[in-house]
């Protein structure tokens, strides 16, 4: 006689991964009911997509690039899952320095450098361990730990130090379950970035507990006069990276989907388990797009410098503009960007009257000025702002206009 079946009717749950898996930012913004004012225009200050208004666009031999291979028909299948090699020689030949050299084997490939992020934390943390992470920081950090359940644990940024890390409170954080530190320069969303010495101290904390880094710098070389870029694996010997970046930001693409991961290490600590590892999950999606990597040997080494150049000229003039107009609004603090494409602005909340906090701020602002923006809620860093200003200089204008308005209307 059969045992009865248990399965008696339709019973189909979502995954315990796809339950706990949840963006910080749509948490807030998908429960803003506030409409835009319908009698202006819509500003939207919240996306980092620097395409969105068509003023920063792709270098011409890029695009000549891809259209190229498309023409070629010889990168139109499976590429290998970490990346074709002469893609990954590639991009070791660009990024590599005699401080922190790289090879072809040392550099995979990935699906953006959000996917490139996922891989990282999934290859050092397994469930119930916790990764130390920036506050304020790039919310997927906590998209990427909560959906491994991996406890996310937050290290304060300085706004008054420029946002600095306070490492006397990070190192606090660690424990025996703390399997990673992940450090973002320049940052999203605050636009700093750190001092040499300041990551020679950074990497003084990691030494001393055994803790390696991953170092998102998706922003490198995007930084403004005065500040200089210094990749973190080139400041250590001893201290193991996996330092992640792409082509998003730099070549004004984030929707070609190209990312890597680099193995910084030279004592061979990874290389037991964690390159491996990282193989094995680059095989969950096969890796980025064949045609962009394909075109990737010329868009790294045929893009003329000038079009960097012109790129940080445009975002270090937009960010000139927007201190000076929102520093000159009463309640708003500017913390002045170093880099990136991101400026975290201060509300004292104590000088309005109706305002009682970030969430409040930016619905309000919607609603009577039609400018969108994120509240630091978002990033773990309430009663901040975060603009995106690679908006046209006359769009930002507009729109710093009817913020200046906005606050006076509810300035005490």
Not at 19 to 41: C, Y
Not at 99 to 107: I, R, S
Not at 179 to 184: D, E, K, L, S
Not at 307 to 314: E, L, P, S, V, Y
Request: glycine share 6%; hydrophobic share 40%; with cysteine.
């Amino acid at each position: 006689m059969s045992a009865p079946n248990p399965r008696n009717s339709w019973k189909i749950s979502a995954s315990i991964v796809a339950k706990r898996t949840s963006n910080p930012i749509r948490a807030i913004v998908d429960h803003i009911k506030v409409k835009p004012n319908p009698e202006k225009s819509m500003i939207s200050l919240a996306l980092g997509d620097p395409t969105l208004f068509g003023n920063f666009k792709i270098h011409q031999s890029c695009t000549d690039a891809v259209v190229k291979q498309l023409q070629s028909y010889k990168t139109n299948g499976y590429p290998p899952s970490t990346g074709y090699p002469q893609a990954r020689k590639a991009v070791a030949d660009k990024f590599s320095t005699p401080e922190a050299p790289l090879t072809a084997q040392d550099v995979i490939l990935a699906s953006g450098c959000s996917g490139a992020i996922d891989m990282c934390i999934g290859v050092l943390c397994n469930e119930g361990d916790n990764i130390l992470v920036p506050r304020p920081g790039f919310s997927l950090y906590q998209t990427c730990a909560d959906s491994k359940g991996v406890e996310v644990r937050y290290y304060d940024l300085l706004p008054d130090k420029n946002w600095e890390m306070d490492l006397a409170q990070l190192e606090t954080l660690i424990d025996e379950r703390t399997t990673a530190v992940i450090m973002n320069n320049p940052s999203n969303p605050c636009g700093s970035v750190f001092r040499k010495q300041h990551l020679l101290d950074f990497l003084q904390v990691c030494e001393r507990h055994y803790l390696p880094v991953i170092a998102d710098e998706i922003y490198c070389d995007l930084v403004f006069s005065g500040n200089e870029f210094f990749p973190l694996a080139s400041l250590t010997k001893t201290v193991p990276i996996l330092s992640v970046g792409g082509l998003a930001k730099k070549y004004l693409v984030p929707g070609w989907r190209l990312g890597w991961i680099f193995i910084h290490d030279r004592n061979d600590v990874f290389a037991a388990e964690v390159r491996d590892g990282l193989v094995s999950l680059s095989q969950l999606i096969l890796g980025p797009n064949s045609l962009v990597q394909g075109a990737l040997e010329d868009i790294l080494h045929q893009t003329d410098k000038s079009f960097h150049d012109d790129t940080c000229a445009q975002l270090e003039a937009n960010a000139k503009l927007s201190t000076e107009i929102l520093s000159k609004v009463p309640g708003l603090k500017v913390i002045v960007p170093q880099g990136a494409m991101y400026v975290m602005i201060g509300i004292n909340v104590s000088e309005f009257k109706d305002i009682p906090n970030d969430i409040v701020f930016t619905e309000k602002l919607l609603g009577e000025e039609s400018v969108m923006c994120l509240p630091g809620s978002v990033f773990q860093c309430p009663n901040f702002i975060r603009i995106v200003f690679t908006s046209p200089p006359e769009v930002l204008r507009d729109a710093y206009q009817r913020m200046a308005e906005f606050c006076a209307r509810h300035h005490a």
